[in-house]
């Protein structure tokens, strides 16, 4: 497989995978701003910072309100991470490996996109973002279908998960790392309403409030959240989770090409890691500096992997 | 399609008797199904300096062109023979030149000649095959008469038309299928596949050689053709950048290391090939692919210099070049061609203007041309001035009364001019011609202009069974 197609493939997932959770932060935020209205700026400030792309958004607004936020974060082509841009950026990578998807994979994309496009040509207007919601959520559901559905389990399979995944790990630090200190134990009014909103906020950003709910009977509590985003074993957007999941495509790679590289100790060496550590380990050194080196590790391991297998000349 | 008379021509019948059954309304709503199936498939093609959101697609016609088996067969003889005769052609040009010698061809036409590629001169290709892929343009001006209007012997372009208008064709009307006995066209890539492996290079080992397709990316407007070829015939699809000389062969950047390809059929202009050894701004190339092809580390198809078979000054000696090489007079007409290089001939072009279709002889697309009965009187006399500055540039043709096929239009189906471009593959021990081709359509009604960029459309074409 060529170089070049592995890397339009890493990157065309892990494109799919940002737009999906930007739309779900712009969804929790508009949830938030809906209910506290108060808060609204503040939460949507978070939120933009949390995407990544707070000094793309001030170059064009001064402050942070709830519809040019919303329309900066799902459409806007000053931000090369709105959700269409990225799906658009998705497209452009899926056409330039179309060999290496199927026609079904193919098809999703570009369906997705042709939607999206159709779905956010003009400014989102209030009343139909639950659709846009919808929509966004069903075409990912699409892509990820087709490409479990129709794939070889192969190399091609190996660097979409990739993708998926270091891109998913490093959202999810972000989101930690935004609203670290909503979890602080330390945060003294424990169980105030504001604090429920604001877990609340965190969990429906990685649409884990109902699976949270479930393991831990609607007893919000910051270190469990904590806990359940980053050491959890099932949560698939779980830091723990993404780690595994890497470090098994990373491993189906080796087994494919019978070729040991640095990314592989990288991995495991970041997974055995997490697997020493308890959630309290973390608070005691610092929740704060624990996120700001694991997204650093995160992405050295990215840059390794487009290094180990010639994604560029 | 129909008769003197009125009456429905043979090959269709069966098929006039069928779209009997379908109102207009229906029929309408089927050719917008159709565009539907074309966008979300991702049929597009670029245009040149867009975005990606004006992707375009090509007009396709839901009424199907019908050929008789009987009328194919006569096409097929045709077309073996002059891409046979091709091919000995440019073996000659491009070592003894008998041709020349035996004075068929001036000397001028190959000396001065753009396509003609100086480092090609001595170098056997693969098994003798120059022209892997041919794309043979034809007109139809009666019931038993074919011309043949441009041998497309560089990189021809719109196979992935004839195969994917047929699988629209299939999903659209499945019925249709049952009723007329239609020769498939689905056989072409691992026709395509096996006619490139069986011209392998003496470097090649394994019993797999392995090919690529070259394209020059994204952005070309033939993409969508280059990824589909590659895909169904299971070829790497590459770019220039991928690839780099490594121990004297041509190899790909994979994940794991550089692996050399046996075959590399390109969709790249010669010009752009090689920026050693010809273009150096060219980044769509290989620098040095040249030196390794004429050491026989890689099999180039169509193989570089094919560009001097198929310019429109030679073509108007095709028929001594088919008498040349084959020994018998051509099947297929030949366009009644005057070379205004030539005095008497440029003379008579200039009394003739409003009569006469003008072409470049380099030019292609359709861009640059003079329709003369189609052109005002302020056109033609523009177009004079340029002919007489330079009438070497130019050939000219009488206009053909070329047939009409109906399309589907808003007030109902409606006579328009096609051409048809049928696809030869040549491999060292046969050449193939797929039952089918592409049928361009000059939307346009009375136009006689079929090419995508000048917005003509495409049907599917069927070859009926015996």
């Known amino acids: 497989m060529l170089g070049r197609h592995a890397c339009g493939l890493y990157w065309m997932f892990r494109q799919l995978e940002r737009a999906e959770n930007t739309a779900r932060l712009v969804e929790a935020g508009f949830r938030m701003a809906l209910t506290r209205s108060v808060s609204a700026e503040g939460e949507w400030e978070s939120i933009i910072t949390t995407a990544g792309c707070r000094q793309a958004f001030l170059e064009v607004h001064d402050s942070f309100e709830t519809a040019p936020v919303i329309d900066f974060m799902m459409r806007s082509a000053d ?69 479990y559905g129709t794939m070889l389990q192969d190399d091609i399979f190996a660097y979409a998960r990739l993708g998926t995944f270091v891109e998913r790990a490093d959202n999810t630090a972000r989101l930690l790392d935004v609203k670290y200190y909503v979890l602080l134990p330390a945060t003294s009014y424990v169980g105030s309403e504001l604090d429920n909103v604001q877990w609340e906020t965190v969990l429906r950003s990685v649409s884990a409030d109902r699976s949270y709910t479930w393991l831990h009977g609607g007893d919000n509590d910051p270190s469990e959240i904590a806990d359940f985003l980053i050491l959890d074993r099932h949560m698939p957007r779980s830091l723990y989770y993404c780690c595994c999941e890497i470090v098994d ?53 990215g840059r390794q992997i487009e290094t180990d297998y010639r994604f560029y000349e | 399609m129909h008769d003197e008379a009125g009456a429905p021509r043979e090959p269709y019948e069966e098929y006039t008797r069928w779209l009997s059954d379908y109102t207009p309304a229906e029929l309408a709503r089927k050719s917008r199904e159709a565009e539907t199936f074309f966008r979300r498939t991702g049929i597009t093609f670029n245009v040149y300096g867009a975005r990606d959101a004006d992707e375009r ?19 097929e003889r045709g077309i073996e023979q002059r891409v046979r005769a091709i091919n000995a052609f440019l073996h000659d040009i491009y070592h ?70 047929r699988e629209t064709m299939l999903r659209m009307f499945p019925e249709l299928f049952s009723r007329v006995p ?33 394209t020059p990316g994204i952005h070309n407007s033939a993409y969508f053709e280059h990824a589909f070829l590659a895909d169904q015939m299971g070829a790497a699809l590459v770019e220039g950048h991928d690839l780099r000389v490594v121990d004297g062969r041509i190899a790909m950047r994979t994940t794991q290391g550089f692996t050399p390809i046996d075959v590399l059929y390109r969709r790249v202009d010669d010009d752009y090939l090689d920026p050693l050894n010809f273009r150096a701004d060219s980044v769509l190339g290989v620098p040095g692919i040249m030196d390794v092809y004429r050491a026989g580390g890689i099999t180039i198809a169509n193989a570089p210099g094919t560009g001097v078979a198929d ?87 009488p206009t053909l009364a070329l047939s009409t096929v109906p399309v589907l239009t808003k007030s109902g189906l409606s006579p328009r001019h096609v051409d048809l471009r049928p696809f030869v593959l040549v491999s060292p021990d046969r050449i193939n011609i797929t039952p089918g081709g592409l049928t361009r ?26």
């Open chain 1, 79 to 147: 931000n090369p991470a709105s959700v269409l841009t990225l799906f658009e950026n998705a497209r452009r990578n899926a056409r330039q490996v179309r060999t290496s998807l199927t026609r079904d994979v193919w098809e999703a994309v570009n369906e997705g996109w042709m939607t999206l496009r159709e779905l956010l040509r003009r400014p989102v207007k209030i009343a139909e973002l639950p659709a846009i919601m919808t929509a966004i959520r069903q075409q990912s559901a699409l892509v990820r279908g087709q490409l």
């Open chain 1, 249 to 301: 495509n990373l491993a189906s790679l080796e087994r494919e090409y019978h070729m040991r590289k640095p990314c592989h100790d990288m991995a495991e060496e970041g997974q055995a890691r997490l697997n020493r550590l308890s959630i309290d380990d973390i608070f005691a050194a610092g929740l704060h500096e624990f996120i700001t080196d694991f997204l650093s590790r995160n992405n050295a391991l």
């Open chain 2, 57 to 75: 697609l090509i007009p396709f016609d839901i009424v199907p062109r019908v050929i008789s088996a009987r009328e194919w067969a006569r096409l």
């Open chain 2, 96 to 165: 003894k030149q008998e041709i020349i010698k035996a004075g068929r061809l001036p000397l001028n036409l190959i000396a001065n000649n753009d396509a003609f590629l100086a480092k090609m001169i001595g170098v056997s290709p693969p098994g003798g095959v120059y022209t892997h892929i041919v794309g043979t343009d034809l007109v139809r001006t009666g019931p038993n008469d074919f011309y043949v209007l441009e041998d497309n012997a560089r990189t021809p372009s719109g196979v992935s038309y004839m195969i994917e208008n």
């Open chain 2, 182 to 214: 239609v020769q498939s066209v689905g056989d072409y890539p691992v026709n395509l596949r096996r006619a490139l492996a069986r011209s392998a290079p003496p470097a090649s080992r394994g019993a797999r050689p392995v090919i690529a397709v070259l």
């Open chain 2, 311 to 397: 310019d429109k000054a030679i073509y108007s000696y095709m028929p001594e070049i088919i008498e040349f090489y084959t020994g018998k007079p051509p099947i297929l007409k030949n366009v009644p061609t005057w070379r205004c290089a030539e005095a008497d001939a440029l003379k008579y072009v200039l009394e003739h203007l409003d009569e006469l279709v003008v072409k470049e002889v380099h030019g292609s697309g359709g861009y640059g041309m003079l329709v003369g009965p189609a052109a005002s009187k302020k056109e033609i006399a523009a177009f004079r001035k340029k002919l007489e500055a330079k009438p070497a540039n130019y050939i000219a043709q």
């Open chain 2, 441 to 466: 359509v000059a939307m346009k009604k009375g136009s006689l202009v079929v090419n995508s960029s000048q917005g003509g459309g495409t049907k599917d074409t069927w070859i009926l069974e015996d």
